[in-house]
């Protein structure tokens, strides 16, 4: 099976409302019965389609939920996508990209599609086609931003705004090992976690002496 794109298309090269509808209901039913017990009979009649038509746009139940797990991370995407298009410095867009994860893209993720991601990789031991397949998703994946917040870094050791005694390599390592642990707490234990206080920890643990003018203006959140 060919690769998706793996950023969410625009409206204009979206896939017909048909493959859409079946996404949609089916990560619905993968996440209220589970993946063994879901049918696709129930996620063709919640997408108003024929069970052949979930099949002509899927070949196994199992492509279906790996489809779903790539459009979630995609539809999570597509705000710090927007971040990477704005044209801002590299410094302030990983500010900004940081309060985004927290506290937009991370409430999602921990909800209906983390629970998509464990059903996921429940697969993995098990059918090796679906393990390369997200695995070398995945991989590209963390590149991708890992070389965003690198380039960040960077420009705001540079500038004096955060500071330049670790290397960024290490640094974006820890960013995300505390994103996805992050994600992996919220699902069960939300009230836990403050997305405004972990971006100010964070924040203060980057710290090179400038770093005010990156946030709000000048405004933090000293709590």
């Known amino acids: 099976m060919e690769a998706e794109p793996r950023r969410r298309p625009s409206e204009s090269t ?6 859409r509808r079946i996404l949609e209901s089916a ?16 996620v063709a009649r919640r997408a108003r389609v024929s069970k052949g038509t ?3 746009h899927f070949d196994s139940k199992e492509s279906l939920l790996v489809e779903c797990v790539l459009d979630s991370v995609a ?14 410095a590299p410094d302030r867009e990983l500010v900004a990209t940081l309060r985004t994860q927290l506290v937009d893209v991370l409430p999602t993720l ?5 629970s998509l991601f464990y059903q996921a990789f429940s697969l993995v031991a098990r059918d090796a086609k679906v393990r390369e397949r997200l695995f070398s998703h995945f991989r590209e994946l963390y590149a991708e931003d890992e070389q965003r917040l690198r380039e960040g870094l960077d420009a705001g050791a540079w500038n004096g705004a955060f500071r330049d005694d670790l290397r960024s390599e290490d640094l974006v390592l820890v960013l995300r ?14 009230d ?9 920890t964070l ?9 005010r003018a990156l946030v709000d203006g000048g405004e933090r959140d000293d709590a």
């Open 14 to 19: 979206r896939p017909d409302p048909k493959r």
């Open 27 to 42: 990560r619905a039913v993968f996440s209220e019965q589970g993946f063994d017990a879901s049918r696709m009979d129930e």
């Open 54 to 56: 979930v099949y002509n």
């Open 75 to 88: 539809e999570a995407r597509e705000s710090t996508d927007a971040l990477a298009r704005s044209g801002s």
């Open 110 to 114: 921990a909800g209906q599609s983390q």
């Open 177 to 190: 090992a505390v994103f996805d642990g992050l994600v992996h707490r919220a699902m069960f234990d939300p």
């Open 192 to 200: 836990r976690i403050e997305p405004g206080r972990v971006l100010d």
């Open 203 to 211: 924040l203060r643990l980057l710290d090179g002496g400038s770093q």
